[in-house]
């Protein structure tokens, strides 16, 4: 019984050191006239664009169903294919959104400034942000381990 006991435990830190959970998280602009909790002050510095945004995230890896690298002429860039709730929930916050901006964040760190032209209904998304394709690659990994993972009715095939 010991030895299935280490042998798990050694599995798992194993398993847990090689690809460190990290975070995606969507955040909606606002107007910096509202009070502080519901308005961070965020600097994006591969653009330098300061924006207030809103400091709960609309959408997070756990909305992701599956991630995929896509390459593009500027690099690796991430197609990101949302649960149906993540899916419905981009869908009304671009809706909302029109004309305003998303910043997304990897680690707590902004990478990208997203801003809404249209509605996106088909619960995918291409980013491309402000990370190397080393980050880019280990991003993608951390969130098809990681991400939140039910059954999706809706599920159209989509490889990683």
């Known amino acids: 019984m010991q030895h299935w006991l280490l042998i798990f435990l050694v599995a798992y830190v194993t398993g847990c050191a090689s690809t460190p959970v990290q975070t995606l998280r969507f955040h909606e602009q606002v107007t910096g006239d509202l009070p502080a909790a519901y308005a961070r002050p965020v600097t994006v510095h591969s653009t330098g664009q300061r924006l207030v945004i809103n400091p709960k995230p609309t959408l997070t890896e756990r909305d992701v169903l599956a991630a995929k690298l896509e390459p593009t002429t500027a690099g690796d860039a991430i197609r990101l294919k949302f649960d ?7 869908a009304e916050m671009t ?12 680690n707590d760190r902004p990478i990208a400034v997203l801003l809404v032209e249209r509605a996106n209904a088909s619960g995918e998304l291409q980013l491309l942000g402000d990370l190397t394709d080393e980050q880019t690659k280990s991003l993608v990994k951390s969130l098809n381990k990681t991400a939140h993972r039910r ?6 095939k989509f490889e990683p």
């Open 84 to 90: 149906s709730q993540g899916a419905n929930r981009l």
């Open 95 to 106: 809706t909302r959104l029109r004309g305003q901006s998303v910043v997304v964040f990897a």
């Open 151 to 156: 059954p999706d009715p809706g599920d159209t």
